[in-house]
Structures are given as C-alpha cells and as structure tokens.
C-alpha cells in the first residue's frame, strides 16, 4: 500500500529555514499529486503547496509565496518543502499527502482530494 512518511520538522526561530522532505513507497500510479498541509492547534487542516508531478505545475498558498518552494529531483524521489524566512504563523503540524487521480486545479488545495496520508512532522517556529 501507498506510504508517506515526513521528515524534515523541528524547532527554528524567527526568520529561520527547514526543509521538509516526503518520501513515498508502494504506489504504482504514474500521475500524481502530491501536497504539504499543515494544521495547527485548534484549527483547520489547510493547504499549504503542492506539486503535479505529470505536468510540474506547483501551487502555493498566498501566505507562504515567496518563502516556500516545492519540489522534487527526480521521478520517484522524495518530495521537498524548503520553507525560509519562517514566521510564528507557520508553526504547525505538516502533513504530505498524495493522489493518484486527476485532480481538477481549482481542487487540488482541498485536502478531501487526497487519499493518501503521512504520519505528519511538527514545525515550531518560536519569536
């Protein structure tokens, strides 16, 4: 079965850099999706970045444009989150998460798109 496991998260100050890496196994789609969430405590689970793998379009959230880039080296390689000039607004638990199905543009930041989950990594940005 399809498995996503996190690594990357930690604690950084104010202005500070991770990167998040995601690497998945047991999949044998070849057009996929795959996609950063983030949830903080008592809040949502909301989208973060994401990345077609069959075409390479990405899409970021308003918030993170500038500061943080998806991507990845080779097909089956993991995906990376590189996040700069991190703001306490970012803390939050990150989740990758993948599908292997079409996904319209204007739903791809919708997490009830995605089948498959990982186990997420926590990021803590401390001021």
């Known amino acids: 079965q399809v498995q996503l496991v996190e690594s990357g998260g930690g604690l950084v100050q104010v202005g500070g850099s991770l990167r998040l890496s995601c690497a998945a196994s047991?999949?044998?789609?070849?057009?996929?999706?795959l996609g950063w969430f983030r949830q903080a405590p008592g809040k949502e689970r909301e989208f973060v970045a994401a990345?077609?793998?069959?075409?390479?379009?990405?899409y970021y959230r308003d918030s993170v444009k500038g500061r943080f880039t998806i991507a990845r080296d080779a097909a089956r390689a993991p995906v990376y989150l590189q996040m700069n000039s991190l703001e306490p607004e970012d803390t939050a638990i990150y989740y990758c998460?993948?599908?292997?199905?079409?996904?319209?543009?204007?739903?791809?930041?919708?997490?009830?798109?995605?089948?498959?989950w990982g186990q997420g990594t926590q990021v803590t940005v401390s001021s």
């Open positions: 990345v077609r793998k069959y075409d390479g379009s990405t």
């Open positions: 998460a993948m599908e292997g199905r079409h996904i319209i543009t204007s739903q791809v930041r919708s997490p009830r798109e995605y089948n498959y």
């Open positions: 047991g999949f044998t789609f070849s057009r996929y999706t």
